[in-house]
């Protein structure tokens, strides 16, 4: 159980266009998802908290118009890199929480971004 | 909010010896610490996490203690093998909610077979 997926795993663009990635919980129901970055042989970042139903929560630093995040339902929650740059190329790494462990987050396999 | 600081950063170990990562939080209302292994281009695991009422853990090879007064928790992995190579990043956290975890800055294990 506890199973959470992330399309695509990689992808390459051009800068200025816009990339959606999607975190999806498999097998439960996710309450609470994260967006982290995470910069090579660094932690992981938290970029912002999204609750089902709601605005997402943003960290310090991070721009909500810039990296837009929707969680439309309990087991499926968006992040969307506008206009994207050089800049924004990152490994990003979605979590979800929710069911019978409520503390514990489960992480997606991650998107690789590349933008040229 | 919370902060949470782990070393090494670095760690190498002789095959079949013991390893030990050392995290530290500042925040007292911090009650849940997992900690995750991340190898090389995939998502991090969880591996074993304590909560705030129990003072020790153990999985098999792995255990975590915990010292709320000190406010340590420190990951111990016992006849090390290669597959353990990764990296090991503690967390903190409080429960209820919709309260975020807090990572620390990670833990690269190398063991050498």
């Known amino acids: 159980g506890a199973v959470v997926s992330q399309h695509p795993s990689r992808v390459i663009c051009k800068s200025g266009t816009s990339v959606k990635i999607e975190c999806r919980s498999l097998d439960f129901q996710a309450t609470t998802m994260f967006w982290y970055r995470q910069f090579p042989k660094q932690s992981l970042m938290l970029m912002a908290t999204?609750?089902?139903?709601?605005?997402?929560?943003?960290e310090q630093g991070v721009e909500k118009d810039k990296f837009l995040i929707n969680h439309a339902s309990l087991t499926l929650s968006t992040l969307t890199v506008t206009s994207a740059h050089p800049e924004d190329s990152s490994f990003y790494i979605c979590?979800?929480?929710?069911?019978?462990?409520?503390?514990?987050?489960?992480f997606g396999p991650g998107t690789r971004l590349l933008v040229l | 909010g919370e902060n949470v600081e782990q070393h090494p950063s670095t760690l190498s170990v002789q095959e079949g010896d013991s390893a030990v990562i050392k995290c530290t939080y500042s925040d007292s209302a911090s009650n849940y610490f997992p900690w995750y292994k991340q190898e090389l281009g995939k998502r991090p695991q969880l591996i074993i996490d304590i909560r705030s009422n129990v003072g020790e853990k153990k999985d098999q090879r792995i255990a975590v203690t915990l010292n709320k007064t000190a406010k340590h928790f420190s990951l111990h992995i016992t006849e090390t093998q290669p597959e353990d190579s990764a990296v090991y990043f503690c967390a903190a956290s409080s429960t209820g909610g919709y309260q975020k975890v807090t990572f620390g800055t990670g833990t690269k294990l190398q063991v050498i077979p």
């Open positions: 999204s609750n089902e139903g709601s605005k997402a929560t943003y």
């Open positions: 979590s979800a929480r929710g069911g019978a462990a409520q503390e514990t987050q489960y």
